[in-house]
């Protein structure tokens, strides 16, 4: 298994949670439990520097992807090729869900806690799905507020768990 803390281990904790609620594998669903359980912050403080540091990559991720993604169309035959076809089969698979759920749907899809699923890939639905930068942002952020929630109070009840069954 990999052991994040470790990584991470001559940094503060203040500094190390946000640093890996920045990675894309893992994003706040690692650093909040590692946070409350391995640093010992306490539960505000680990969210909130968790729900920071998730939503640093966002802000440059959701600015970077419409320019680049013109600049290597406009360069590259193959890139036009693969974002006309991105975009086309993405939107076309996803549509009804999307126009029915609107914004509801990209909040829900960074809020629950699974792999695949997140800040990150977030990001990359909102840019696929046209959703304007300010729009997509706070979406996000309440998606990673509402995932903040989830798990701490998962790993509050794991912690629980631990408590009853080990010791």
């Avoid at 406009?74 to 890139?79: F, G, M, Q, V």
């Avoid at 899809?109 to 997140?118: K, L, N, R």
């Avoid at 509050?156 to 631990?162: I, Q, T």
Wanted: aromatic share 14%.
């Amino acid at each position: 298994m990999i052991d994040i803390a470790s990584w991470f281990s001559s940094l503060p904790p203040q500094l190390a949670t946000p640093l890996i609620a920045m990675f894309p594998i893992g994003e706040l669903r690692a650093a909040l439990p590692v946070a409350l359980t391995v640093y010992d912050l306490p539960i505000w403080q680990a969210v909130l520097l968790s729900v920071f540091g998730n939503m640093i990559p966002v802000v440059g991720l959701l600015a970077l992807y419409g320019p680049l993604s013109e600049w290597l169309s406009k360069h590259s035959t193959l890139a036009k090729h693969f974002f006309d076809w991105l975009f086309q089969a993405t939107r076309e698979r996803h549509k009804e869900k999307f126009q029915k759920w609107g914004a509801a749907a990209l909040i829900l899809f960074v809020a629950i806690p699974i792999p695949v699923t997140g800040a990150w890939t977030g990001s990359v639905a909102a840019f696929v799905f046209g959703i304007p930068y300010k729009h997509a942002l706070g979406y996000i952020f309440l998606g990673v507020c509402i995932a903040s929630v989830i798990v701490t109070l998962l790993t509050l009840a794991g912690g629980g768990l631990y408590e009853l069954f080990v010791h």
